[in-house]
């Protein structure tokens, strides 16, 4: 009895933990990675730095000098030299610690190493960025933080600048418009393409910018964002009405840089611009970003006359997408598929689009028509992405540089309350103001009273 006293208390507490530690790896690994996961990465790091890069390959001969002091000091062996370790950051997330670069070491063949390196210290990946020449960062990521989105806490907001998602890094992925004017973003049905715009709205509803919609699925994506959209076309034949309108507001402002490049002589060279940023902020245009979902619709004929009216959408399209970074309008292009077979120009307008994004998609063609042209090596990760991970895409841009992102969940009535609630920041354009959407009223009802009224008796 005693034995089994004994046991039932040494064995019960190591079992208990055993199963909590368990539990939480698999409902909850943030936390386990904060409890028990970053102090054995630490310790393995710390234990077998040395031997982990020598078997990687990523150490140098020691200079003579080195050498000699150590023959002069000691008698041990004189062992290769690694990278010299900076100091070990611990994050939410995983670890975070810079290698300088031994003379000779470049950043590839560290990069090269990244998979070696996860599997000596136990960590779900290892990512390398080159902070500066001879330095590069370490970036550690203890668990899969793509399987339960949670964006961070801190993440800087500018303007125009949306976090939409998170990448595989554990670090966020925003939309910049000022550094990716225009974007093309792709998936198949219920692949998370509609919660990636919802973010986007809702990111850029709050800073004061003007945001036009054109949904031709009868506005079901963006109507309940009308009160904070200047513009919402629903259908092509509005569509066709509200890009001239677009072309001429491009037009107007051009003609306001123009007018500002045509000043005295004796005007500073700072005030000299080329684009509306270069503006007085008094004089400066609000930018506007035109939001276009199902793109295919626009350039869906089935008469002559349609054909007609598609050939100018296209035009004015990539007039835009060509012309319109320098007068502060943006475009933001959504669809299932986007290719040649859509008409004349399709090619041309994708040609356009810095940024793209491509969820699950139904056929390799289409992540092709999305990053073939950009990231060829891309393509194959799209077309791995499975029915059960909504929301989750690749991120590629013309550099040629991918990675993989999950837009967390966002419910519809939270981002149409973030427009409702920042209506007042729709701003004043005459040229936009005969597309601006019915935004119905809400009326309040009326409060009971506390305490309810009696009637007066003689």
């Given amino acids: 009895m005693t034995d089994i006293a004994t046991l039932l208390e ?17 409902k909850h690994p943030g936390i386990y990675w904060s409890t028990v996961g970053l102090p054995m990465s630490t310790a393995r790091l710390l234990s077998s730095y040395g ?28 062992r290769p030299v690694p990278p010299r370790r900076g100091i070990i950051r611990p994050t939410m997330t995983g670890l975070r610690l810079r290698l300088r670069l031994a003379p000779g070491q ?10 070696r390196l996860r599997h000596a210290w136990g960590v779900h990946a290892v990512y390398v960025t080159t902070i500066k020449p001879g330095v590069v960062e370490l970036r550690l990521v203890g668990f899969d933080v793509l399987r339960k989105v949670r964006m961070p806490r801190k993440v800087a907001a500018d303007f125009l600048k949306a976090p939409v998602a998170l990448r595989e890094d554990a670090t966020p992925f925003v939309r910049d418009y000022r550094t990716v004017p225009h974007g093309l973003t792709l998936g ?3 692949s998370g393409k509609s919660m990636y715009l919802r973010h986007l709205v809702a990111g850029l509803a709050r800073q004061p910018v003007a945001l036009v919609g054109i949904d031709c699925k009868r506005g079901v994506e963006l109507a ?11 259908d092509p034949d509005q569509a066709a009405e509200l890009l001239p309108a677009h072309i001429r507001e491009m037009e107007d402002r051009y003609d306001l840089i123009k007018a500002r490049q045509g000043i005295a002589p ?22 506007l970003v035109l939001l276009v979902d199902e793109v295919a619709e626009l350039f869906l004929v089935a008469t002559k006359k349609e054909e007609e009216r598609r050939d100018e959408m296209v035009t004015q399209l990539i007039r835009l997408a060509q012309l319109g970074r320098a007068a502060g309008i943006y475009l933001e292009v959504c669809g299932q598929r986007f290719g040649a077979e859509l008409g004349k120009g399709a090619t041309m307008l994708r040609a356009q689009l810095t940024g793209r994004v491509c969820h699950r998609v139904n056929d390799e063609a289409s992540a092709k028509m999305a990053l073939g042209d950009i990231a060829p ?8 992405i499975a029915p059960e991970q909504p929301g989750l895409a690749i991120a590629g841009d013309t550099s040629g540089g991918w990675s993989r992102i999950r837009t967390p969940y966002l419910p519809l009535a939270d981002a149409a309350k973030t427009c409702h609630a920042s209506a007042h920041l ?14 119905p009223v809400r009326l309040v009802e009326p409060l009971a009273p506390v305490v309810k009224p009696r009637p007066v008796t003689d």
């Fill in 188 to 190: 198949a049905t219920l």
């Fill in 224 to 234: 309940p964002f009308a009160p904070r959209l200047s513009a919402l076309a629903t």
């Fill in 106 to 115: 470049e950043p590839a063949d560290v990069a090269a190493s990244a998979e």
């Fill in 377 to 384: 090596e891309a393509v194959s990760a799209a077309c791995a």
């Fill in 266 to 287: 004796a005007t500073p060279d700072e005030e000299v611009t080329s684009d509306i940023w270069g503006l007085p902020e008094h004089e400066r245009p609000v930018p």
């Fill in 10 to 26: 040494v064995g019960g507490p190591v079992a208990a933990l055993g199963g909590g530690a368990a539990y939480a790896r698999a």
């Fill in 426 to 439: 729709v701003p004043d354009m005459p040229a936009l103001k005969p597309f601006r959407p019915n935004v």
């Fill in 51 to 78: 031997s982990v890069m020598e078997a990687c390959g990523l150490t140098v001969a020691p200079s003579r000098l080195r050498v000699l002091a150590v023959k002069a000091t000691t008698r041990r062996e004189v």
